[in-house]
């Protein structure tokens, strides 16, 4: 498929992340790859936990790390832990990170992927599923646009993520940024899709959001925080 591309500048977008990860500030520590690799090595040696908290560091090249940046270990994250059941715009083979145009669009987006992964869990009648909403600004050039695209292309399929799948795939080989794309979730919104964190400028938390799940769906959506 071949899209028409866009130059995205200062780009703002919204991403939520379970709160029950902690947040990783080694990435934030540093500036450069050398001083990445020595501080990793001395706490890797007091820190057993650091391992699995960083993931598989060699998904991501350090040519592709954003150090030093404001949020860079959420920026790092989803590709560093990769889904091996995959996304909408990978197979499982790689990470992409996911944003959306608004915290109203995000909220839609994670509803819905939280919704029918609880539905598939048996015997839990009740939680509350907290997250952090994380305000995020990015370039993306170059940057491919399917927002042209309309809503019965088979990419926007809300099941079926095989031709959105072999999209990603290949525009990773074509060494795109992002990928600007409509929401599946919520009608008219527009999100972005990622494929390396390297032009992220940051990541910054701006509140906490709550879903209820009652047992057979989510059945309420509260913001318990807002950071000023």
């Known amino acids: 498929m071949k899209l028409p591309q866009c130059e995205l500048q200062d780009q703002q977008g919204v991403r939520l992340v379970n709160s029950k990860f902690p947040p990783i500030s080694l990435f934030e520590d540093v500036a450069s790859p050398e001083e990445f690799d020595a501080l990793f090595a001395l706490q890797a040696l007091t820190n057993p936990r650091l391992l699995n908290e960083m993931g598989l560091l060699n998904l991501l090249p350090a040519r592709e790390r954003p150090l030093g940046i404001v949020g860079a270990g959420y920026a790092v994250a989803p590709f560093t832990h990769v889904n091996p059941q995959g996304s909408r715009f990978s197979n499982g083979d790689f990470g992409v990170l996911y944003l959306a145009d608004t915290l109203d669009t995000a909220i839609a987006e994670v509803r819905y992927h939280q919704q029918q992964y609880w539905q598939g869990v048996e015997g839990l009648h009740y939680d509350r599923l907290v997250f952090r909403a994380l305000l995020c600004r990015f370039d ?14 088979a990419i926007y399929h809300p099941t079926n993520y095989q031709a959105a799948q072999q999209l990603g795939a290949e525009l ?35 509140s906490h959001i709550e879903m209820v799940w009652n047992g057979q769906q989510i059945s309420g959506v509260h913001q318990l925080s807002t950071n000023t």
């Open 140 to 153: 993306a050039s170059p940057c491919a646009d399917a927002s042209l695209l309309p809503v019965d292309d």
């Open 172 to 206: 990773r080989r074509q060494a795109m940024v992002g990928l600007r794309y409509r929401s599946v979730r919520q009608v008219g919104a527009l999100c972005f899709a990622m494929f390396t964190p390297r032009q992220l400028r940051s990541l910054v938390q701006t």
